[in-house]
Every structure is written in C-alpha cells, then in structure tokens.
C-alpha cells in the first residue's frame, strides 16, 4: 500500500462493497481496500503529485485496481479519464509532470484566483473564509484521535488532503482493532462515518464539480470523479459494516 514513509505496492482486487460483507471472514479485504483507497486520494490532493507516486499509478495500472469501480460508474470514468494522463507520462514524463504540478497549483494554490478551492471552510462558511467555525469542528474530530495534521497551524485543518489522511489513519487502526478482536473498531467506524456525513459529503460535490469545470488535466477531473464516487459508496459500506452481527466483539 502506500504510505508517507514509503510507497510499497500490494495487489488490491476490484471489491463489491455487498460481495465483501458476507460474514465476518470477509471483511479483512474490505478493510484492506478501504486504507488503498483512503492512501491514494489522500496523496492525490494532499499535495503536487511526486515522480515516485506517479510511476506507482502508471506501473500494472494500479489506478485501475481502485476499489468498488466495478459497481460505480463515476469510479470507472474517473479511472479512464486518469489513465488518459498517466499513459502520456510513460512518454513524455516531464511534461505532463509539470502541467499536473501548474494544474494543482492555480486550481488549489494560487496565485490567482482559486478555482476549486481544496478547504471545507470555503464551501460551508457564507464568507467563504479559512480558520472559521468549521475549521474548528474539523478539529475537534481529529484530537479525538490524537490527529495533529502536518504544519499544523499553517495549513487550515478541513484541507482536503489532510480531511482524506485523517481517515486514511482511521481505517488503518479499524484494521488493526479487528485483528486483535477489539471491540473499539465500532466506535471507530462509527466517528468514520459521522466524519463523511458532516464533513466531507457535505462539500466534496460542489468541489469535485468545479475541479471538472476549471482543470486543463484529465488527472484532476479524473481523481476529483474517484473521490465522489467511492465517498458515496464508503458511507454505504460503513452503514453495511456497522450492521453486522458480531463486528467488534471477541471471537476467542
């Protein structure tokens, strides 16, 4: 999977949401494809994309792997439309490597005006300010878990990048608690799923519109698609696995 530390491949099937929920046994490749998923939206606007996470993309289409694509197709045309670039940077590398940097740049950085702006705040908030009341609540929810965001007080803690790594964390310790049979996997879940309801469902569309709208990259039109897709598709699986019988209790 991919990390901050590192990046290591390992195979992710497409997985059904409802093929996977069938029992207990099943649900570890479920979880597993929930933290490859998480990583790679989170590396994806967190910030420009690196030679490194590139060449892991493009190498055995691994974008191609992206889960739950197989039953939405919002997913698989943000695959293709992903694809599309990444194929051009096996042939012209550095080019399309500088205009995937100039494309995140003046859709979420600056100098001018931002097209699609990559905060929670500026979507929610009437002014459309940073550091406002739900820059707050975002932060609330990650010292719940003892999140502290990298730069942290420089950068607004509902960016996006940073929204996408706190449950990319999340989904890691669910896996975790459910190998040692720990019944705090339920509370985890529980907050992951309040997160995407009050959080990130409530802007992700507006933003994922106006990334289609402005970008000059299939890659960002593409990923934007992807995160929409599976977010609506994760709440669906979070209801699913909240309500199966014995998840979270100890089995020995």
């Known amino acids: 999977m991919l990390t901050n530390d590192r990046i290591e491949t390992v195979e992710h099937p497409n997985l059904s949401h409802e093929t996977q929920l069938r029992g207990l046994a099943k649900i570890r490749p479920l979880l597993e494809a929930r933290i490859f998923a998480y990583d790679i ?3 994806s606007f967190l910030e420009e994309p690196s030679h490194e996470f590139l060449k892991l993309l493009s190498k055995d289409n ?44 003046r859709l979420f950085i600056g100098p ?13 908030n009437k002014e459309r300010l940073l ?21 942290f007080q420089h950068e607004a803690d ?24 720990e019944h705090e996997l339920l509370d985890i879940l529980e907050n ?13 569309p507006e933003f994922q519109q106006n990334v289609c709208q402005h970008s000059d990259t299939e890659f960002y039109r ?11 598709l994760d709440l669906e699986a979070l209801a699913e696995l909240l309500d199966i019988e014995g998840i979270g209790l100890k089995t020995n």
């Not at 001018?112 to 929610?124: I, K, M, N, R, T």
């Not at 960016?159 to 990319?168: A, K, P, T």
């Not at 992951?192 to 992700?204: D, I, P, T």
Request: proline share 2%; glycine share 6%; no cysteine.
């Open 192 to 204: 992951q799923k309040r997160f995407l309801q009050e959080h990130l469902l409530r802007w992700v």
């Open 62 to 105: 691994l974008i191609g792997s992206f889960p739950f694509s197989e039953e939405e197709g919002e997913i698989q045309e943000g695959i293709r439309q992903v694809h599309s670039d990444l194929m051009q940077y096996e042939s012209v590398g550095e080019t399309i490597y500088n205009r995937l940097h100039w494309d995140y740049t």
């Open 131 to 151: 550091f406002q009341e739900e820059t707050l609540k975002v932060r609330l929810a990650y010292l719940k878990y003892a999140f502290l965001p990298k730069h």
């Open 41 to 43: 939206l989170r590396r």
């Open 158 to 181: 509902d960016h996006l990048g940073l929204e996408l790594d706190f449950m990319y964390k999340l989904s890691v310790m669910v896996l975790e608690k459910y190998e040692k049979n």
């Open 222 to 232: 593409g990923m934007s698609r992807i995160l929409h897709g599976f977010l609506r």
């Open 112 to 124: 001018y005006e931002l097209q699609a702006p990559a905060w929670e705040s500026a979507y929610l």
